[in-house]
């Protein structure tokens, strides 16, 4: 195929990421979610378990269905196998937390979209690193990459729980315990948040531009594709299942918008920041932030 590069030695490349950027991407992940749990209350899941079908047809789309397509897009394409790797890693990590303020835009089903964050949330602890280990085990050349690495799962589960879930409680707590004051850090707190996680990634691909200048073309269409792909596959799963419209473009946006700051953080705590993993989900993190704005504006303005 000619998506495969073993002629170029990608596993070599070390992105510049140092302990210090590390930690101001696990601080900026924390307070992402912090601002997304504000807005979170215990009858948003009580709402999901009364509509069981679109729990279903949501969780599935997410965290069954586009981990499996994935890796038989990585069986057709055969990409690099840290590439292949980095795919499955962004297809196993929960919806980005931009998918709530997207599906707005949208015109979507909102609470819908703040429900299935605070869910998927809740159940990517243990199903991240699972389908991770799943599917990467089960495709030769990324599991060679998985024994080398030694992956743990316990302390992969153990740093999800510290990134996502505490804040997502603690998040909880404020808004139950101190709802006005919940509302009032929630106006200045998101923004914030997004901000900054971009500015870290901007700052990353600036320290580290001669190494997208020279290999950001063997990703370009590996994250494209995959990341139009998720999104068609939410959209096709929610029409199958009959949903509304509202609904449907919230799970397909659910399904495209992919947590990639995880998906890096994961990668230089475990990977030890692998090149083509890393080069990927940097890209992506950037990516369907992009796409996303674009789909939600064009449906946010579709009579």
Not at 3 to 27: C, E, P, R
Not at 141 to 158: D, G, M, Q, W, Y
Not at 190 to 206: D, E, Q, R, W
Not at 224 to 234: D, S, V
């Amino acid at each position: 195929m000619l998506l495969q590069t073993n002629s170029l030695n990608i596993d070599s490349i070390q992105i510049n990421f140092d302990t210090d950027a590390l930690w101001m991407l696990n601080i900026a992940l924390g307070i992402i979610m912090f601002g997304v749990s504000l807005d979170i209350t215990i009858d948003d899941f009580k709402r999901l378990l009364s509509s069981p079908k679109i729990v279903f047809v949501g969780i599935s789309s997410q965290f069954i269905l586009l981990p499996l397509f994935t890796f038989l897009l990585v069986i057709v394409l055969k990409p690099h196998p840290s590439f292949a790797l980095g795919m499955m890693l962004i297809a196993a990590c929960p919806g980005g937390n931009v998918s709530n303020f997207f599906s707005k835009m949208a015109k979507g089903n909102a609470a819908l979209s703040v429900s299935l964050t605070a869910f998927a949330t809740l159940i990517c602890i243990f199903l991240t690193p699972l389908n991770l280990q799943i599917w990467g085990s089960l495709y030769e050349p990324t599991r060679h990459i998985l024994k080398e690495v030694s992956l743990n799962p316990f302390e992969l589960t153990k740093l999800v729980v510290l990134i996502l879930g505490i804040p997502l409680i603690i998040g909880m707590f404020v808004r139950y315990y101190h709802p006005e004051m919940a509302e009032k850090i929630n106006t200045f707190i998101k923004p914030f948040s997004v901000i900054f996680f971009l500015v870290l990634i901007v700052i990353a691909l600036y320290e580290n531009a001669h190494i997208f200048k020279d290999y950001i073309h063997l990703v370009l269409f590996l994250v494209i594709f995959h990341n139009l792909f998720a999104y068609f596959l939410g959209y096709l799963v929610s029409k199958l299942f009959k949903l509304s419209k509202k609904d449907t473009k919230t799970i397909s946006i659910e399904t495209g918008i992919q947590n990639g700051g995880l998906g890096l953080l994961l990668i230089f705590s475990f990977f030890n920041g692998l090149g083509g993993m890393a080069l990927l989900a940097a890209f992506w993190g950037v990516w369907d932030i992009f796409s996303g704005m674009l789909l939600a504006t064009y449906w946010g303005r579709k009579k």
